[in-house]
């Protein structure tokens, strides 16, 4: 088959909407002269497996893999890169030759971002509400790359914290606990790892003021809005806080090197998307 130009990338998840992946990327091949595109496609579940295969099929670069599909997605692909294994996660999909690989980078763009603004997390107790997707990515590139971590699993079901506390603990010592206890834990930083507080349920909170202690660092993955309702209260607590943008700008330069093999224009990529949540 012949690929016509330009050549494609593209984000697959539900809703999409919201993202400021295609803005963010097609600055950066801009910038780099590439002939290439990046677009948005709101795939549902049930459709996740014909969007892999026509990815596949009509030969695009690859793809990132937003909420719901980052654990699904595995099913349909090839093989995962050792980024993947770990968490059980995908993020960024590369189509060589029409092999699928799956990557995460996710958990690398989170600690990223965070040591972007001077938070050392070595010798931390560290509190991830969620246990989906990004919260797999992160809770193992910490366990791994972090030393003297603790890690603390908090969310409504039990069982699913329980189980990857269980996983990221033959790294790093690793716990869960229900949500409703998120404040009595002595964390000294806090992650949302889940969905809640983005768009259009911007004034949605996964967690109530009482359980943000005065001065801990949190961060938000959440970028759109640029401060989440959960950022609002922790900054009114005295908290340190850290939006999902720079996330957004380092996984995506991760994202940008896999597909190409070069070096991403990470101050193009965060311009694209500043001031736009």
Not at 67 to 73: F, L, R
Not at 81 to 110: F, H, K, M, W
Not at 170 to 199: D, K
């Amino acid at each position: 088959m012949t690929i016509a130009r330009p050549r494609l990338c593209c984000l697959i998840g539900d809703p999409v909407e919201h993202s400021l992946s295609p803005p963010m990327f097609n600055s950066a091949f801009a910038a780099e002269g590439m002939d290439l595109v990046y677009v948005a496609f709101r795939v549902g579940k049930a459709e996740l497996g014909k969007a892999m295969e026509g990815l596949r099929a009509l030969g695009f670069v690859g793809c990132n893999v937003t909420i719901p599909h980052k654990v699904e997605v595995i099913g349909h692909l090839d093989r995962l890169d050792g980024s993947a294994r770990g968490p059980g996660s995908v993020n960024v999909v590369l189509n060589r030759g029409g092999e699928l690989i799956g990557y995460s980078t996710d958990g690398y763009g989170a600690v990223k971002a965070l040591g972007q603004e001077g938070i050392r997390l070595e010798g931390k107790r560290v509190l991830l509400l969620g246990y989906g997707g990004g919260a797999r990515a992160v809770a193992f590139e910490l366990a791994r790359s972090l030393k003297g971590i603790e890690i603390i699993i908090a969310g409504r079901d039990a069982a699913r914290a329980s189980a990857l506390a269980g996983e990221v603990a033959a790294l790093a010592p690793s716990r869960a606990i229900p949500l409703g206890e998120a404040g009595t834990v002595g964390a000294e930083v806090m992650i949302n790892c889940t969905p809640v507080g983005m768009w259009p349920n911007a004034d949605a909170s996964p967690v109530p003021a009482e359980s943000i202690a005065m001065g801990m660092v949190v961060m938000d993955l959440v970028y759109n809005p640029a401060e989440t309702r959960l950022l609002k209260i922790a900054r009114a607590r005295g908290c340190r806080v850290i939006g999902g943008l720079e996330m957004l700008v380092q996984q995506g330069a991760k994202a940008f090197e896999i597909w190409f093999g070069r070096e991403a224009p990470v101050a193009v990529m965060r311009k694209a998307v500043e001031g736009r949540s």
